[in-house]
C-alpha cells in the first residue's frame, strides 16, 4: 500500500510542476475527478491505461513515476526529457542543439584541461 501512496504522491508533484489542477488533469487524461484525487491520495490503484495518460498529459517516463529506486543518472535523465517535451515543438531543435554544443564544449573541458565542469561553471 505505501507504494500506491508513492506513486500519488508522484503524480501530484508532477501534475502541480505541470501547472495543472486536478480537473484539469482529469480533463486531459479523460478520467474523472474522483478518480484523480483517489490516485493522488493513494487510496485507488491506477490502470496501465490512467498511468499512460498521465505520462503523456505530464510529460513523464514510466520509469520515473514507477521506479522509486531509479538511478540517479537515469533520473537525470528523464528530467532532461522532461524539459525538452516541455519545451514548444518549435524550440526542440533548438534546445538540443544548444545540448549538443554544450555537451561537447563540457567533454573538451575535461579532456584538455582536467578541470571538473561542475566546478567551472559554479565559478561563471
Known amino acids: 500500500m505505501e507504494l500506491i501512496k508513492e506513486l500519488g504522491r508522484r503524480i501530484q508533484k508532477a501534475r502541480k510542476e505541470k501547472g495543472l489542477t486536478q480537473q484539469e488533469l482529469a480533463d486531459l487524461s479523460h478520467v474523472s475527478l474522483k478518480h484523480v484525487q483517489g490516485y493522488e491520495?493513494?487510496?485507488?490503484?491506477?490502470?496501465?491505461e490512467v498511468l499512460r495518460a498521465f505520462c503523456k498529459v505530464l510529460n513523464l517516463s514510466l520509469d520515473s513515476l514507477m521506479n522509486l529506486d531509479l538511478?540517479?543518472?537515469?533520473?537525470?535523465?528523464?528530467?532532461?526529457?522532461?524539459?525538452?517535451?516541455?519545451?514548444?515543438?518549435a524550440a526542440r531543435k533548438v534546445l538540443l542543439n544548444s545540448t549538443r554544443a554544450l555537451t561537447d564544449e563540457l567533454k573538451e573541458m575535461v579532456q584538455t584541461a582536467g578541470v571538473d565542469p561542475d566546478e567551472h561553471l559554479e565559478n561563471k
Open 41 to 48: 491520495r493513494g487510496v485507488k490503484n491506477p490502470s496501465f
Open 71 to 89: 538511478p540517479e543518472d537515469e533520473q537525470a535523465a528523464n528530467d532532461m526529457r522532461q524539459l525538452y517535451l516541455s519545451c514548444p515543438p
